[in-house]
């Protein structure tokens, strides 16, 4: 009897045994898969981190050109009303008396062609 004890014995200390084996497996299965998400969650940060500093990078760019067409429109209007100044100006002289005034001294001053 003593021997089927000492047998049994050293069954379930096998078992215990294969038991500790599969459970250290198991282990570095979970610490492998662990790993490997975690690499993948430290790729997936650092690619965000590059895009999030590209994308401030395009904003700041964008406000820049903004910035610039802003200064161009404003340069475009300011230009504009120069002009139409310069035409009320003209308009304003090809209407007045002293331009016809000019006119008849020039006509006196100029000789006239034979």
Same mark, same amino acid.
């Given at each position: 009897?003593?021997?089927?004890?000492?047998?049994?014995?050293?069954?379930? !200390?096998?078992?215990?045994?294969?038991?500790?084996?599969?459970?250290?497996?198991?282990?570095?299965? $979970?610490?492998?898969?662990?790993? +490997?998400? @975690?690499?993948?969650? +430290?790729?997936?940060?650092?690619?965000? $981190?590059?895009?999030?500093?590209? #994308?401030?990078?395009?904003?700041?760019?964008?406000?820049? #050109?903004?910035?610039?067409?802003? !200064?161009?429109?404003?340069?475009?209007?300011?230009?504009?009303?120069?002009?139409? $100044?310069?035409?009320?100006?003209?308009? +304003?002289?090809? @209407? @007045?008396?002293?331009?016809?005034?000019?006119?008849?001294?020039?006509?006196?001053?100029?000789?006239?062609?034979?």
């Amino acid at each position: 009897m003593s021997e089927d004890r000492l047998d049994r014995l050293e069954a379930l !200390a096998e078992k215990i045994l294969e038991g500790l084996a599969e459970t250290r497996h198991r282990t570095d299965s $979970n610490a492998k898969s662990i790993q +490997a998400l @975690s690499d993948a969650v +430290a790729r997936d940060r650092e690619a965000f $981190n590059i895009e999030r500093k590209e #994308w401030a990078q395009d904003r700041r760019r964008v406000f820049e #050109w903004m910035a610039r067409l802003a !200064a161009a429109q404003a340069d475009f209007y300011e230009m504009q009303a120069d002009h139409l $100044n310069h035409l009320e100006r003209i308009d +304003a002289l090809r @209407s @007045s008396p002293r331009r016809e005034r000019l006119t008849d001294i020039l006509d006196r001053l100029t000789p006239k062609p034979d």
